[in-house]
């Protein structure tokens, strides 16, 4: 039986990409209310007389990432701005949770270099490049950063992720200009970006390359974490000193002993990444405590 990967759901049909051929397939019965099918699944299905086929099986996943749902997912592009819109840490780094949680490998990309001073640029993304991520600096407008992008998207399948307005369709068609997807404007009264992303969908960059351009967020809650030790292991310059706290399950904040709080106090922290944990830690705990009210 002939396989595929889902590239596209649209109104209860399924796109499928098999070797050369893309063929637009229907879930066999069977699928309904048991089993969701989602963009990026390999399957198994059959070929009806008229062209088309239907899905018979979901062949296993390696993973399922969740926001938004993609199957078989290598890694995550999250993508901020420089400028228009300026993208706070808080921001950046509620980001980063989500991209932790998955526990695939993170790019970080700083788009709309054009407007921005070199030292702008630094004080901005230089922390994170020091945290230990891959950081990339791009500029749909001038083509900065393309070959760079290509060479990270080129293999298996990469999940783009960040804010609206930051230029994520604008990267894409940079790097394809095929793509043709519509882009849009900053909202100059809100400072926000509109959506132009509606559905999820692989888009092919090369012959082995799919990349995933998802929906921009303007919101992102943490219901995913599991209170103050969940948390700690998605910031990953705080979990090597939580080990050494002297009591288990330390929430890092009055605790006696708090070896990530003495890190704070000796600089080996950023004090600024310390105080985004306590505020998403407020929020975890809020969310827990209504959770099981």
Request: with cysteine.
């Amino acid at each position: 039986m002939p396989e595929g990967r889902v590239v596209r759901a649209v109104g209860g049909f399924y796109d499928l990409k098999s070797a050369e051929i893309e063929i637009r397939a229907r879930a066999r019965g069977k699928f309904r209310g048991q089993e969701t099918i989602y963009v990026g699944d390999w399957v198994e299905y059959s070929l009806t007389p008229d062209g088309g086929g239907v899905i018979e099986k979901i062949l296993p996943r390696k993973n399922l990432l969740k926001r938004p749902y993609v199957a078989n997912v290598d890694r995550i592009l999250l993508v901020f701005s420089f400028k228009d819109p300026v993208c706070p840490r808080l921001l950046i780094d509620k980001f980063l949770l989500l991209a932790e949680d998955s526990g695939l490998e993170i790019i970080v990309v700083f788009n709309k270099a054009d407007l921005a001073s070199a030292d702008e640029q630094e004080e901005i993304a230089g922390p994170y490049r020091d945290l230990g991520y891959k950081v990339i600096y791009t500029s749909a407008l001038t083509q900065q950063g393309k070959e760079v992008l290509l060479g990270t998207v080129a293999r298996n399948v990469t999940v783009l992720a960040g804010p609206s307005g930051v230029g994520k369709s604008s990267l894409l068609n940079m790097i394809n200009p095929a793509f043709r997807l519509k882009t849009g404007d900053v909202s100059q009264k809100i400072k926000r970006g509109r959506h132009t992303t509606r559905q999820v969908e692989l888009l092919p960059i090369t012959e082995e390359g799919f990349i995933v351009d998802t929906p921009g967020f303007s919101r992102l809650d943490l219901d995913f974490i599991d209170g103050a030790c969940g948390l700690t292991r998605l910031f990953p310059d705080f979990t090597s000193m939580a080990a050494s706290c002297r009591f288990t399950g330390c929430r890092h904040l009055k605790e006696p002993g708090c070896a990530v709080r003495e890190a704070v106090e000796k600089k080996a922290v950023n004090s600024w990444r310390y105080e985004h944990y306590l505020i998403f830690l407020e929020e975890v705990e809020n969310f827990q405590a209504q959770r099981y009210r």
